[in-house]
């Protein structure tokens, strides 16, 4: 079992930047992947980026250049980093860990004011 606590979500001016971060405990060795996704009310939920057990990185197209993610293995937590924050950028964000099966954290809200 991998349990998962995110934090650093909030509210922020359009422009601002936030750091999410992911604290990962219980069976925690051999976690593969890990990563972020969101979800805007009425909208699916969409992958935000996600990085490799071996340190390579995916983004969504909406995110390149702006939001940068990252595993500190030694405190055992993921972090995501976001700049030049848009209004559409409003969603729950929900971290993940795959370790034979997907493991989720409970979600924290950011919100972009325009």
């Known amino acids: 079992q991998v349990e998962l606590v995110e934090s650093g979500g909030g509210l922020v001016q359009a422009g601002g930047s936030l750091r999410l971060s992911c604290a990962a405990s219980g069976s925690i060795f051999n976690i593969d992947s890990m990563g972020w996704y969101r979800q805007a009310p009425g909208k699916q939920r969409q992958l935000v980026a996600r990085i490799h057990g071996g340190g390579s990185t995916n983004y969504a197209d909406s995110v390149k250049g702006r939001f940068t993610i990252s595993r500190d293995n030694a405190k055992n937590t993921l972090y995501l980093q976001m700049n030049s924050l848009k209004p559409e950028d409003t969603a729950v964000y929900y971290c993940?860990?795959?370790?034979?099966?997907?493991?989720w954290g409970q979600g924290t809200q950011v919100t972009v004011s325009s």
């Open positions: 993940y860990a795959v370790r034979s099966t997907v493991y």
